[in-house]
């Protein structure tokens, strides 16, 4: 093996365990190495985009681009930093485009048009999404992640009862995927099974438990502080619902709340909230499920906006919205890709 890939392949591993300054120091000795190389470009930028540097990640995906036009997995990390965080859409869906041109076989074109499906549902583009979904390929495909992402697609789009075969074959192949059980939980909810629903999101709940054995997370401690940063940052017009309220912060739901209905992938419960029946603060407790927030921010530097996020939505919904005749689960944002 020579330097290159050798650092290249470092910088890689390093990477996937989100060891953003070791893959960022490996993919600089490759780029010493051979500055042209466009695999070093496309390794800085997704280690920019792994640390929250969504710009320069797109610069340096580009840069890959430029120096090998038909760099297949340049064009998907592309698209895919476009979608989120950057929400410039329009160039998602023409980058796309362009990647579904030189797809080579139906693994990739189901990469490319995953994430341009993505970006039409955050575009709310609701009839050109079910287009894109309804064309994509059947397979088979050797990994069952295809059968998991296009399930998941086709429910996003509304199609639940096509969803429930790709995701019960998903499972099917891979019983510890802890998302497809997730959308075997949402089928069930819109198919009116409220018991297999919870089994599932109970399931769920287990799978999740034991991949944070296996994930390193943030310090509890550093995530805490985030919470109470987050807090302070609120503006005073939503704080005053919750000043007085005690906090927990704990990694996930319980499996009682999650059994009385409550989303196993919540990110925070306001609890304790007053009622005529019973006044006091208007919230008295607030957890928070420390591996759902962090899920949901994907990396570090989006934390503290996420759980600010967070806390905006949960206390609008709470106080300033009528919500007193709806149930049911919290609706959580459901990235494609």
């Known amino acids: 093996m020579d330097q290159l890939t050798a650092h290249l392949d470092r910088g890689w591993d390093l990477a996937q365990q989100g060891d953003v300054r070791g893959a960022e120091a490996s993919a600089l000795q490759a780029l010493a190495i051979d500055a042209n190389a466009p695999e070093v470009h496309n390794l800085l930028g997704y280690v920019a985009a792994l640390g929250g540097e969504a710009d320069a990640a797109v610069e ?3 840069t890959a681009l430029a120096l090998d036009e038909g760099y297949f997995d340049a064009m998907l990390n592309l698209a ?5 965080p ?3 859409l329009d160039e998602a869906i023409d980058q796309c485009d362009e990647a579904i041109s030189w797809a080579e076989n139906d693994e990739e074109l189901a990469d490319a048009m995953l994430i341009k499906i993505d970006a039409l549902l955050a575009k709310q583009d609701d009839a050109a999404a079910r287009r894109a979904v309804a064309a994509l390929p059947d397979g088979p495909f050797e990994s069952p992640r295809y059968e998991f992402l296009i399930g998941r697609a086709k429910f996003e789009v509304g199609d639940a009862e096509a969803a429930k075969a790709w995701i019960e074959r998903a499972i099917e192949r891979d019983p510890d995927n802890a998302d497809a059980h997730y959308y075997r939980a949402l089928v ?10 919870t089994s599932s999101f109970l399931e769920v709940r287990r799978l999740d438990e034991l991949a944070l054995a296996r994930e390193e997370g943030l310090p509890p401690a550093s995530f805490e502080q985030a919470v109470r940063g987050a807090l302070q940052s609120l503006d005073p017009a939503l704080r005053r619902f919750v000043e007085h309220a005690d906090v927990f912060v704990t990694p996930l739901p319980g499996l009682e709340v999650i059994a009385d209905g409550i989303d196993p992938r919540a990110p925070m419960l306001l609890d ?3 009622t005529p029946e019973r006044p006091g603060p208007p919230c008295a407790r607030i957890f928070v499920y420390q591996r759902n927030v962090e899920r949901m921010a994907q990396t570090p530097a989006e934390l503290g906006d996420e759980l600010l996020a ?4 949960e206390i609008t919904a709470a106080f300033l919205e009528d919500r007193r005749s709806q149930t049911g689960r919290p609706k959580e944002k459901h990235e494609l890709n």
């Open 310 to 313: 967070t806390f905006e939505h």
């Open 60 to 62: 340096h995906y580009k």
């Open 86 to 88: 950057l929400g410039e």
């Open 272 to 274: 304790g909230l007053a």
């Open 80 to 84: 895919e930093v476009l979608v989120h």
């Open 188 to 197: 069930r909810e819109a198919d009116g099974d409220s018991l297999g629903a």
